[in-house]
């Protein structure tokens, strides 16, 4: 119990920060199903799957790295290997902006928006890509007050940037895009700064280690691209086979429903350092599972009581325009606690170093959880793809269970006995 006080202090402050963050782009929910058309949101919502998507591709997930790296620092220059992971991103991003220039009408057909958009979201899921860099190095450092406050910074900006040009100039979707790719900008720039001013990068030599961010991130492409299947097929099997309407509905649904997801992140990212300094002890496994367990029971009551609220005040909420979204509440909630469970397990695969198992793990779940989803969408409509959502969530927390067993055995039926 000792051990678990030891992560707490700091998974409050990131359920706090993460809160505060999350909380100001579902306060502006309201107001954006109130100027945008679910039309609108449809083009917003496919600009952020095209963010996601092209996120994979610049800096081939090598920022991964990181988190692992800065507890083997006896054996790697963490700086210079932060430089290295940033000189991939440069020629990964150029690699991305030539591909999408070159396919643009292609892009085109399946997003509906214009190249220079595309483009834009490769700019700033590179952005992105170096402030996740920097969360990483803070969350490994155990300072969650400035993993929050560069979060919050991100969020703020790109409110206040959509909140101007949507309500108070009269902008249309344009307007939110704006504010998100601001937000990301303004906010990549901080953390650049902050990381040369604290000498937490450095570019002479790094290319030493370029190799070494390679062979860890370029297998987690794909558990990237399958986890994307899992938390972003739905959406591009609604926008390919419904109207955009449709697209810009189901999002509302699942930007409710995210706050849970994002909530139980917030909480495993606190408790994935004291997971992974305390794994690597034999006779200390035995707390980290009950802990686990302890944590897995928390997030369970947590998601009941969510769910509860939402179906009482989701019309209320997003407007009438958005209210036949509540009906996806139920699969989205139960697909959020089988996520808790993928985060409780996968963190043992990447500390054995086994990534190749989370990229066939997420392949495998995401593939199927989509076909799941285009066979029910064709069926039972826009309900159809929260249930594919629900069957990868599940497939891909069993999958990685058996692997994580696999590769790094925790004493999970000795500790359940033991706490008995």
């Known amino acids: 119990m000792s051990q678990l006080r030891k992560f707490l202090g700091p998974a409050a402050v990131y359920a706090l920060t993460t809160a505060l963050s999350s909380a100001i782009p579902f306060a502006m929910l309201p107001v954006m199903t109130r100027h945008l058309s679910p039309d609108s949101y449809g083009l917003v919502t496919a600009f952020t799957l095209a963010m996601s ?5 610049t800096g081939l997930s090598v920022n991964g790295a990181v988190s692992i790296r800065y507890f083997q620092q006896d054996r790697y220059d963490l700086p210079r290997y932060v430089g290295a992971c940033l000189q991939i991103l440069a020629g990964t991003s150029l690699a991305s902006v030539s591909c999408v220039t070159l396919l643009g009408p292609l892009f085109v057909q399946y997003t509906g928006l214009h190249v220079g958009w595309l483009i834009t979201a490769v700019l700033a899921s590179a952005a992105q890509f170096i402030i996740q860099i920097q969360l990483t190095l ?23 940037v959509t909140l101007a040009l949507v309500v108070g100039l009269g902008w249309a979707w344009e307007g939110r895009l704006v504010g998100i790719v601001v937000g990301c900008g303004l906010t990549a720039l901080v953390a650049m700064l902050l990381m040369l001013q604290r000498h937490q990068v450095r570019f002479q030599g790094a290319t030493a ?31 390919s086979t419904l109207s955009l309407a449709d697209l810009g509905q189901y999002a509302v649904a699942g930007q409710v429903a995210m706050i849970l997801t994002v909530l139980f992140d917030a909480v495993f990212k606190a408790f994935h350092p004291w997971v992974i300094a305390n794994s690597l002890n034999p006779e200390l496994r035995v707390q980290v599972v009950r802990a686990t367990y302890r944590l897995l029971a928390g997030t369970t009551l947590a998601a009941a009581a ?3 609220i939402a179906m009482v005040g989701f019309e209320l ?4 325009h958005y209210a036949a979204g509540r009906d996806l509440l139920l699969p989205l909630t139960i697909a959020a606690m089988f996520r808790c469970g993928y985060f409780a397990t996968a963190i043992f695969i990447n500390i054995a170093d086994k990534n190749r198992y989370l990229a066939a793990n997420s392949l495998l779940s995401g593939v199927l959880g989509v076909a799941t989803a285009a066979a029910l969408t064709s069926v039972i409509g826009v309900k159809g793809a929260a249930y594919g959502v629900l069957v990868s969530e599940m497939l891909s927390f069993a999958l990685n269970l ?10 999970w039926i000795a500790a359940w006995k033991a706490g008995r």
Do not use: E
Request: proline share 5%.
């Open 209 to 239: 280690y370029v190799g070494d961010a390679l062979r860890y991130g370029t297998p987690l492409v794909a558990h990237v691209l399958g986890g994307l299947l899992i938390t972003a097929g739905d959406k591009i099997i609604v926008g």
């Open 402 to 411: 058996r692997c994580s067993i696999k590769v790094f055995p925790m004493p």
């Open 53 to 57: 998507i092209l996120g994979a591709l």
């Open 138 to 160: 803070w969350q490994s450092a155990g300072q969650p007050l400035r993993f929050g406050a560069l979060r919050i910074l991100q969020t703020l900006t790109d409110a206040l």
């Open 306 to 308: 969510f769910y509860a």
């Open 317 to 320: 909420f997003v407007g009438s």
